[in-house]
């Protein structure tokens, strides 16, 4: 059974009640719950008290300040009224005077025209004794008015080393001329005395300080009146500690050159230094640097520097660090590693595309030339007889430039007065001025006879149309044919006409179909074009018009069937990757008729000659490909452009592709290789492009190819140098 006690009343003196008795159990946790009840209502009474104690404080200070104001606007309106009560009284006497000279003058002036008048003598009045009334105004103003002046710290939150060296300005306010001010006490300074109603002093603390305000108190001074000591404070600011160090560094570059050290330098950045200190940059070995830059720091604390090898020889190749050394803190950063390489040996190599070329063409399109071993991104020219001062650039003008690896590619172009021979070209490293190899090149004179061969293609637009607009001659359907020259005769199947072509480029034919259009049925109108030009064989080109049935409203529009499309990829291909069986160039047909036969040619341009044909069947997407290269151990024979063609059903497409000698181009001069005849056995298959299997014969008749060899014999026309293919 719990025996139940009543608990003392507590009195609360934050708010003046009394709490009312509590019953309570006597247990042992009842009784620490009691104690920490009263220990919390002690810590708000106190805190409470001191509240309070602030609060009157507070008030105290602001009833002061009130009071100070207060008197020193009474004193204001004292010093006023007086002062308008003495210019009042200086102007009345001044005038009294004036109007008393005025009457004595009248008076005399009367008196000279009459006769003196006896008149009884009267009893002087008893004389004013105004020097006593001087005396009581004296007496007035020599009496003192109380100081009531109030202190302020107009210099702010100052540290404690900021005290006693710099310390801080007092203004004192209230005061009147004449007052002196001096420090009493907490701070020392000398003593000022007032010019007006207020003073500034400078004042400084003596001892070290330790706390975070500091009081003061001033003693003010007036004649005639009690001294009085003012007090005020100097809070101070926390000491701001030094910024932490944490200093690092990075490169540009972790590898460079030896001229690349000594020509631009490496360029180092930093951060987390002493802000606005003194940073030693340093670059080499720990115990053997190679250069060291001072710099300043930011006010951020980071650094840019660049450090340049500057001895008298090589900066020898290998590893180095850079790193910074902070003055300030006396602390490394840590090292950055670089390394230096050495300096690419040149010695520069050449090779041109073909060492024949016709004049016409050198002029034209000029030389193609690669070559190795230059001066990493420096600059190349060429030098020869006719052609010393030609750029070895192209097609911009300028010197042809070297890549970072020391490689260039360019043309080189003759000058119109150059004639037709043979001729050494060597390129020179404008770095080093070291010279390459001297390449033998033949000019020879332009074929003015030679005709080109007919390359040319035909699209049909637009790629529908009805049978009724077919036959409808203002409307039909336009046909572009592209490769024409001019003066070529261009003829239709449909209409029968014969055009001639009024110039270079591509030619529009306007076709319809001359007859019912009832008797035309939906699907292909096949047509050709037939292109003849003087001096050489005439071409057909087919192609096919999509008739399509007038729209019922019932399903839309007719959607036409895809077109068929060809793409040759890649576009430019080096001998040495052309004439490797997993790469050469691939031939490719999208959007034929499933299982039709797909036909792919392969002609050298400017020569008329099928160096490669195969037909394959489109699978059930209407797709079909072939894959031709090289298979001549000499890969510089395939050197030159190359025109495909791809007939599928009624659509011939045409492309291009280049193969380029390229910078590890080989092979002979053009001059060498088997003279066997094509279908003559032994290894001419092999030397053809392929598929994967023999791919037979070339045309016969007109011409003869003569596989791995150096020539190809055309009956009929002349060759034209510089465009043959010599190994297909």
Same mark, same amino acid.
């Given at each position: 059974?719990?025996?139940?006690?009543?608990?003392?009343?507590?009195?609360?003196?934050?708010?003046?009640?009394?709490?009312?008795?509590?019953?309570?159990?006597?247990?042992?946790?009842?009784?620490?719950?009691?104690?920490?009840?009263?220990?919390? +209502?002690?810590?708000?009474?106190?805190?409470?008290?001191?509240?309070?104690?602030?609060?009157?404080?507070?008030?105290?200070?602001?009833?002061?300040?009130?009071?100070?104001?207060?008197?020193?606007?009474? =004193?204001?309106?004292?010093?006023? +009224?007086?002062?308008?009560?003495?210019?009042?009284?200086?102007?009345?006497?001044?005038?009294?005077?004036?109007?008393?000279? +005025? =009457?004595?003058?009248?008076?005399?002036?009367?008196?000279?025209?009459?006769?003196?008048?006896?008149?009884?003598? =009267?009893?002087?009045?008893?004389?004013?004794?105004?020097?006593?009334?001087?005396?009581? #105004?004296?007496?007035?103003?020599?009496?003192?008015?109380?100081?009531?002046?109030?202190?302020?710290?107009?210099?702010?939150?100052?540290?404690?080393?900021?005290?006693?060296?710099?310390?801080?300005?007092?203004?004192?306010?209230?005061?009147?001329?004449?007052?002196?001010?001096?420090?009493?006490?907490?701070?020392?300074?000398?003593?000022?005395?007032?010019?007006?109603?207020?003073?500034?002093?400078?004042?400084?603390?003596?001892?070290?300080?330790?706390?975070?305000?500091?009081?003061?108190?001033?003693?003010? &001074?007036?004649? *005639?009146?009690?001294?009085?000591?003012?007090?005020?404070?100097?809070?101070?600011?926390?000491?701001?500690? $030094?910024?932490?160090?944490?200093?690092?560094?990075?490169?540009?570059?972790?590898?460079?050159?030896?001229?690349?050290?000594?020509?631009?330098?490496?360029?180092?950045?930093?951060?987390?230094?002493?802000?606005?200190?003194?940073?030693?940059?340093?670059?080499?070995?720990?115990?053997?640097?190679?250069?060291?830059?001072?710099?300043?720091?930011?006010?951020?604390?980071?650094?840019?520097?660049?450090?340049?090898?500057?001895?008298?020889?090589?900066?020898?190749?290998?590893?180095?660090?850079?790193?910074?050394?902070?003055?300030?803190?006396?602390?490394?950063?840590?090292?950055?590693?670089?390394?230096?390489?050495?300096?690419?040996?040149?010695?520069?190599?050449?090779?041109?595309?073909?060492?024949?070329?016709?004049? &016409?063409?050198?002029?034209?399109?000029?030389?193609?030339?690669?070559?190795?071993?230059?001066?990493?991104?420096?600059?190349?020219?060429?030098?020869?007889?006719?052609?010393?001062?030609?750029?070895?650039?192209?097609?911009?003008?300028?010197?042809?430039?070297?890549?970072?690896?020391?490689?260039?590619?360019?043309?080189?172009? $003759?000058?119109?007065?150059?004639?037709? %021979?043979?001729?050494?070209?060597?390129?020179?490293?404008?770095?080093?001025?070291?010279?390459?190899?001297?390449?033998?090149?033949?000019?020879?004179?332009? #074929?003015?006879?030679?005709?080109?061969?007919?390359?040319?293609?035909?699209?049909?637009?637009?790629?529908?149309?009805?049978?009724?607009?077919?036959?409808?001659?203002?409307?039909?359907?336009?046909?572009?044919?592209?490769?024409?020259?001019?003066?070529?005769?261009?003829?239709?199947?449909?209409?029968?006409?014969?055009?001639?072509?009024?110039?270079? %480029?591509?030619?529009?034919?306007?076709?319809?179909?001359?007859?019912?259009?009832?008797?035309?049925?939906? %699907?292909?109108?096949?047509?050709?074009?037939?292109?003849?030009?003087?001096?050489?064989?005439?071409?057909?080109?087919?192609?096919?018009?999509?008739?399509?049935?007038?729209?019922?409203?019932?399903?839309?529009?007719?959607?036409?069937?895809?077109?068929?499309?060809?793409?040759?990829?890649?576009?430019?291909?080096?001998?040495?990757?052309?004439?490797?069986?997993?790469? *050469?160039?691939?031939?490719?047909?999208?959007?034929?008729?499933?299982?039709?036969?797909?036909?792919?040619?392969?002609?050298?341009?400017?020569?008329?000659?099928?160096?490669? &044909?195969?037909?394959? =069947?489109?699978?059930?997407?209407?797709?079909?490909?072939?894959?031709?290269?090289?298979?001549?151990?000499?890969?510089?024979?395939?050197?030159?452009?190359?025109?495909?063609?791809?007939?599928?059903?009624?659509?011939?497409?045409?492309?291009?592709?280049?193969?380029?000698?390229?910078?590890?181009?080989?092979?002979?001069?053009?001059?060498?290789?088997?003279?066997?005849?094509?279908?003559?056995? *032994?290894?001419?298959?092999?030397?053809?492009?392929?598929?994967?299997?023999?791919?037979? %014969?070339?045309?016969?008749?007109?011409?003869?190819?003569?596989?791995?060899?150096?020539?190809?014999?055309?009956?009929?026309?002349?060759?034209?140098?510089?465009?043959?293919?010599?190994?297909?």
């Amino acid at each position: 059974m719990k025996k139940i006690i009543l608990a003392p009343a507590v009195a609360l003196a934050f708010t003046g009640l009394v709490a009312s008795p509590v019953v309570a159990a006597e247990s042992t946790s009842a009784q620490s719950a009691s104690t920490q009840t009263a220990k919390q +209502k002690k810590v708000d009474a106190e805190k409470a008290a001191a509240d309070k104690k602030k609060e009157e404080a507070k008030k105290a200070a602001a009833e002061k300040a009130e009071a100070e104001k207060k008197a020193a606007a009474e =004193k204001a309106a004292a010093e006023k +009224k007086a002062k308008e009560k003495a210019e009042a009284a200086k102007k009345a006497a001044a005038d009294k005077k004036k109007a008393d000279e +005025k =009457k004595a003058a009248e008076d005399k002036k009367d008196d000279a025209k009459k006769p003196p008048k006896k008149v009884d003598p =009267k009893p002087a009045p008893a004389p004013k004794d105004e020097d006593k009334d001087a005396k009581d #105004d004296d007496k007035s103003e020599d009496k003192a008015n109380p100081i009531n002046a109030s202190v302020q710290v107009t210099s702010g939150e100052v540290t404690a080393e900021e005290l006693a060296e710099e310390g801080v300005t007092v203004k004192v306010t209230g005061l009147e001329k004449g007052d002196k001010v001096s420090a009493k006490s907490g701070l020392t300074g000398p003593a000022v005395t007032a010019q007006g109603s207020t003073a500034t002093m400078k004042l400084h603390s003596a001892n070290e300080v330790k706390q975070k305000r500091v009081n003061f108190a001033l003693q003010l &001074e007036r004649p *005639g009146t009690q001294s009085v000591t003012e007090t005020s404070v100097v809070p101070l600011a926390d000491e701001s500690e $030094a910024p932490e160090v944490d200093p690092t560094v990075s490169l540009s570059t972790d590898e460079i050159s030896q001229s690349g050290i000594e020509d631009d330098g490496i360029k180092v950045t930093g951060e987390g230094f002493t802000p606005n200190g003194t940073v030693n940059v340093v670059g080499g070995a720990e115990q053997s640097p190679f250069a060291t830059q001072e710099v300043t720091a930011n006010a951020d604390g980071e650094i840019t520097a660049t450090l340049k090898y500057e001895g008298e020889k090589k900066l020898p190749a290998g590893d180095y660090a850079v790193w910074g050394v902070d003055q300030g803190s006396n602390t490394n950063s840590p090292a950055q590693d670089f390394t230096v390489t050495e300096d690419p040996v040149i010695d520069p190599t050449v090779k041109v595309a073909s060492k024949t070329i016709s004049l &016409e063409d050198f002029k034209k399109d000029g030389l193609k030339f690669s070559g190795t071993g230059f001066s990493p991104d420096g600059t190349v020219s060429v030098k020869a007889d006719a052609v010393s001062q030609q750029s070895a650039a192209a097609p911009q003008d300028g010197p042809a430039q070297a890549d970072e690896d020391g490689n260039v590619e360019g043309v080189v172009k $003759a000058p119109e007065d150059f004639e037709a %021979g043979t001729y050494s070209l060597t390129f020179i490293d404008d770095v080093t001025s070291a010279a390459s190899n001297s390449v033998e090149v033949t000019v020879t004179e332009d #074929d003015e006879d030679a005709v080109d061969p007919i390359d040319a293609s035909l699209k049909v637009d637009p790629k529908e149309i009805t049978a009724e607009d077919l036959a409808n001659k203002d409307k039909g359907v336009t046909v572009t044919v592209s490769g024409v020259k001019k003066g070529d005769k261009i003829k239709d199947s449909l209409t029968g006409e014969t055009e001639t072509a009024d110039a270079d %480029g591509d030619y529009k034919l306007h076709l319809w179909y001359e007859g019912n259009p009832d008797n035309l049925e939906v %699907g292909k109108v096949p047509f050709t074009v037939t292109i003849d030009r003087e001096g050489t064989e005439s071409e057909t080109l087919k192609g096919n018009i999509n008739v399509v049935g007038e729209d019922d409203g019932d399903d839309g529009e007719t959607e036409a069937p895809a077109e068929a499309s060809f793409t040759v990829s890649p576009k430019k291909i080096e001998a040495a990757d052309f004439a490797n069986e997993k790469k *050469g160039v691939t031939l490719a047909v999208e959007n034929c008729e499933p299982g039709a036969d797909v036909h792919f040619e392969v002609n050298p341009k400017g020569i008329n000659v099928t160096a490669y &044909e195969n037909t394959v =069947k489109a699978d059930d997407e209407g797709n079909a490909s072939v894959n031709v290269f090289g298979t001549s151990s000499d890969a510089s024979a395939y050197v030159g452009a190359y025109t495909a063609t791809a007939t599928c059903g009624d659509d011939t497409m045409k492309d291009s592709f280049t193969v380029t000698e390229g910078a590890n181009g080989g092979g002979d001069n053009g001059n060498g290789g088997d003279n066997g005849n094509a279908g003559n056995g *032994g290894d001419d298959g092999s030397q053809l492009p392929r598929t994967g299997a023999d791919l037979g %014969g070339l045309t016969t008749g007109a011409l003869l190819l003569l596989v791995g060899g150096a020539a190809i014999a055309l009956t009929g026309r002349k060759n034209k140098f510089g465009q043959t293919p010599t190994s297909f």
